[in-house]
């Protein structure tokens, strides 16, 4: 192997096992931004993730970091207890959109509005993904599940809710952001934003939040090329990519 | 008379909505039957499969160990069960999806070129009835009328082409099988 | 007769619940039992009736509570770890003498487990659950036929006792399709008298008492009054080739069909053995089982728990009989072999064994 140069190089973050996601999904490419991340952070050894109860429940299978399996929506409080007992640990909470926003409702927002100095990945799929496609928080109105057989209705269903949108009235967050990974071109830039976010956290800013809009092909009943496109469609009218809240601006 | 049924290929094939027509069948042929999913997370990374069980009394366990009769559509699926199938059971194959065809010796094997057939007749969406048919022919079990006459309980919004295809179907699997 | 249809456990019970009176229902997603809230989603807005996904299994059982206590007939269905949430809302309803259909399809646990079938949420469900001295009404069915027939007379029995029932079945039970025959629309009455908006008197409900005169001491007595009742009334029970065995099996559920088959295997092989099959697991049917225990040579306990059933067990049975367990642990499902082979076994040896 001597003097061959490698132009892309798997991190040494990432296992060598092969994933469960379906071909196309957003969680993969996720993953690697951030193992990609902790390696060039140095961070590996200090790192502690909580996964989620959804699909990337496996998540310890495939980032090579301490990990703490929570209950289904209780990660942050789960990442609170871990960070306010090892402060120099960088902990980062990875949650769907029913794990973070139906369930976990209540340490969402709570860890939130003490400002812990933790960072959460929010990946938004508009659908439960793990359990086969029914309506989340953030299925848009009209969308089809398994649970909306004929659309979200808003007059039985309510809304999408927003997140950041959501966050960003409370006074403590110190980074909030919704991004999204369907083309290189955003998935670079969000890349930077998770950088940032894990960044604040080793700096000691408090809590930031970096939501991803992501697909779910499978249970979209899509190709992941048409996801992709149904995302800057559909999605983002909804849930517009933009940074909500960066302390370091004030 | 009890027969350990399995159906398994990957997601997209109709394994599950053909075993469910195989299981419809049974009963109205009065027969006791279940009809068991591979569900959840299990269906992750595109495997699927079906058990369906059909006997003379109530079926006791509706997971299968140990098939009698294994209908086969795809290459890792072969791998699967080749080694699960009980001694003397019968293996169909879809010839369409797997190279290597070579089977245990003690395993009695049909083949049918199912995929193809399918997409010769229209659609490769009804490889899963291409392979009813073939294992109608091959063990007789069911009579290719009793599936024919459940197809419209099975399918109760199917459009009457759609049906008429699923017939065409049934009858190319049970009259080219190898 | 009308004809067998081939129906998924899961949407037979839905069905079956709906012609048993449901109109509402709220859950929230969990494998095994998916198909439960898809096909009310579907089903409800045609009878008239109400779906709602919930944000979480303590909100479900909580939107439950709300609506039975305004006389409604509404249920929740959930799996092992959802049904763990619903506890604190479950020691509520029965505090409050308020009916409520559970459906529980187990899966391994403990933790997040697994998704596969498994009955260790025994005790769980038997023996309260939350907080507080208070009993659920449990049905354990065998049969997809079984499964929708308790869903059915389930609303009965609650409305009839002001208490919650629980449906316990597990991940074959939900998933199987199995011929089976619904029964008819039941046609249901006004609410009742004490409910919410519909009684002549102001009615409250609750579980607080702190007033000295109507001290929580004697609401608990009126609770316990009830159970006993309940015990003397409900006690479902199948026995399956018992007169003249001399070995007996004590299993519920997906395990007790699979040991009919083993039953009737070793019966082929000279093996006089029989099956107990408690139905009601809460009342548990003791006296039954006593009676059935008191000559036998030996009963054997099959569970896909550790231990959970036979304590049960060993409660009806008293020492009338030697008791051996055969266990299968972690969301596993049994097989006819491995019974018929711990049973042969142990006829000549002695010992215990459980099956990973
Ligand atoms: C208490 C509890 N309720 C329900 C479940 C079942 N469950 C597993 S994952 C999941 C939802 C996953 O959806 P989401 O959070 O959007 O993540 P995704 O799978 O889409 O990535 C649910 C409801 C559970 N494990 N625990």
New binding site residues.
Partial sequence: MSDKKYLYKKTAVLTDKSSHYCPGCS?GLVHKMLAEIIEEFGIQKKTIFVA??????LLYDYIDCDTLEA??GRAPASATGIKRSNPDNVVIAY??????LA?GMAETIHAANRGENITVIF?N?A?????GGQM?PTTLVGQKTLTTPLGRNPSNEGYPIGACELLNTLTAPYFIERCKVNSSKTAIYTKKVLKKAITNQMNNKGYSFVEILSN?NTNWGMTPLDANKWIDENVEKIFPVKNFRDGDAK | MLNKIVLAGFGGQGIIVAGKLLAISAMNEKKETTHYPSYGAEMRGGTCSCSVVVGDNLIASPIIKNPDIALIFNKPSKEKYEPLMRHGGIMILNKSLIEDTNLRGDIKKYLIKASEIAEQLGSVKSTNMVMLGAFVKATSIIKLDAIINSLTIAFPNAKEKAIELNIRALEAGYNNLE | MKDKILMKGNEALAEAAIRGGCRYYFG????PQNEVPAYMSKRLPEVGGVFIQAES?TASINMVYGACASGARAMTS?SS??IS?MQEGISYIAGSEVPAVIINVMRGGPG?GNISPSQADYLQSVKGGGHGDYNVIIFAPSTVQELADYAYDSFDVAFKYRNPVMILADGVLGQISEGVILPEFKEIKDAPEWALGKGKERNIIRSLFLNPEDRLTTHNIHLQEKYRRIEKEIQYFEEYKCEDAEYLIVAYGTTSRICKSAIDNMRNNGIKIGLFRPISLWPFPYAKLKENAASKETLFVVEMAYNQLEQDVRIGVEGAAPIERLNKLGGSVFNEEEIIDFISNSITLKGNKYVG
């Fill in positions: 969680h989620p109860v959804g699909c990337a429940v209950a289904h949650q769907g959109d029913g794990d973070l369930i990946i799929n659908i439960y993904g793990m359990t989340a779910c | 929230y997603p969990i494998t299994e959930s770890p959802g949430l997040l």
